[in-house]
């Protein structure tokens, strides 16, 4: 699909997103977490992000990740010359000493850790305004964990963080695309996806 076909569905996601009521966002936040405490995770390093806006989710999904794995590292996006987006940096996530950053985004205060700690996170939660049955994952479009993925231990599970209506049949895909493993819906809990060679 060409770049202004997934700019459009882009703009169709995000807008049935911020059609949500506040009560079933609020019910869905709760079950992505409920879901969270039965997902297998050994203690170490996870990898997540803070869902702003009308990203699914809420920090206490973090809590429950800090509690069962006692590391959780939150993703830092930064820019380079013109405007082009960086690998993400990681930070450690402590309750309540989030700051407000760039795009709307919350983020961990320094110190900061290099882009390569994504590499010691065996789960990776990411976000994601659509993911496929084959693992195709739809972002907000700036690249920046397309830049950072390529160090990711192989083994990691990646689990894009969607809305039941999210999980569709087919996405737009491109060769530098990383196949998500999982998928993880507040109907429906964590979902396998198969990969593509």
Do not use: N
């Amino acid at each position: 699909m060409a770049t202004a076909g997934k700019s459009a569905l882009r703009d169709r996601l995000v807008a049935a997103r911020r059609g949500i009521d506040d009560d079933v966002r609020a019910a869905e936040a709760q079950l992505l977490t409920e879901h969270l405490e039965q997902v297998e995770i050994a203690a170490g390093t996870v990898c997540a992000y803070v869902p702003v806006g009308s990203e699914p989710g809420s920090t206490a999904m973090l809590d429950v990740l800090l509690r069962r794995a006692g590391r959780v590292l939150l993703p830092v996006a930064r820019v380079g010359a013109g405007d082009t987006p960086l690998p993400l940096q990681w930070g450690e996530y402590r309750h309540g000493q989030l700051v407000a950053a760039r795009w709307g985004l919350l983020e961990p205060p320094r110190p900061w850790l290099p882009a390569s700690m994504l590499g010691e996170a065996a789960l990776v939660l990411l976000p994601a305004l659509a993911v496929d049955r084959r693992g195709v994952r739809l972002g907000r479009g700036r690249g920046f964990y397309d830049r950072s993925l390529s160090v990711r231990d192989p083994q990691a599970r990646l689990v894009a963080i969607v809305r039941d209506t999210e999980l569709v049949d087919e996405l737009p895909s491109e060769p530098h695309d990383v196949p998500m493993t999982h998928a993880l819906t507040p109907g429906r809990g964590l979902i396998a996806l198969p990969t593509r060679e």
